[in-house]
């Protein structure tokens, strides 16, 4: 960030106690903080927890995990539910949080979630090319080889120890309340 996003002024390096090197608005007198996208990914699990649905878009030959962008006004869990109904039809059971990581790329911070459908019937989207459940014990074999996608479900997998049933802990489930 070169510039004041309020005044256009450019910006000089400044100190800012424990956050060291800020970038600092002479005409605003304010510290601008660097601003970055954040988003959210989903590996879906069917009722049962034993296949997790992968998609395929924008005519890219891999699949990865439902993702999305999230909007102003608008939270995490929001944008969870929001963009598996958008791209699958699917609605949320439960999800639980898995972790996060920073896309470079992107310059997106992405929070990831295991969520549990309430059914395997999805309808896609123009946003979708393809979509298919696929049993756990293929999923780290078929999902895009290096990528975040793969990261996020490997992470999970060994996180929660398989076997299936042992996955969503009652404890650590959230619910998604129909209101």
């Not at 929001?82 to 470079?104: C, H, M, P, Q, W």
């Not at 060994?158 to 959230?174: C, S």
């Amino acid at each position: 960030m070169k510039y004041c996003v309020e005044c256009g002024a450019r910006l000089q390096m400044r100190t800012c106690g424990i956050d060291g090197m800020v970038p600092y608005c002479p005409r605003c007198k304010t510290f601008r903080f660097p601003m970055f996208n954040s988003a959210i990914s989903a590996i879906i699990f069917n009722p049962t927890k034993d296949k997790i649905l992968l998609i395929k878009q924008y005519g890219m030959s891999d699949y990865i995990l439902v993702a999305g962008y999230i909007n102003q006004m608008e939270n995490a869990k929001e944008t969870l539910v929001r963009e598996i109904r958008e791209e699958t039809g699917l609605s949320v059971k439960g999800y639980v949080y898995n972790d996060n990581a920073y896309f470079a790329r992107t310059n997106t911070l992405i929070h990831n979630y295991a969520v549990v459908a309430e059914s395997e019937n999805f309808h896609l989207t123009s946003e979708v090319d393809r979509a298919e459940w696929i049993p756990i014990d293929e999923v780290l074999h078929v999902i895009k080889p290096h990528s975040l996608a793969k990261a996020f479900v490997a992470q999970w997998l060994e996180k929660m120890k398989f076997p299936p049933e042992n996955i969503f802990a009652a404890e650590n489930v959230n619910e998604i309340r129909r209101d």
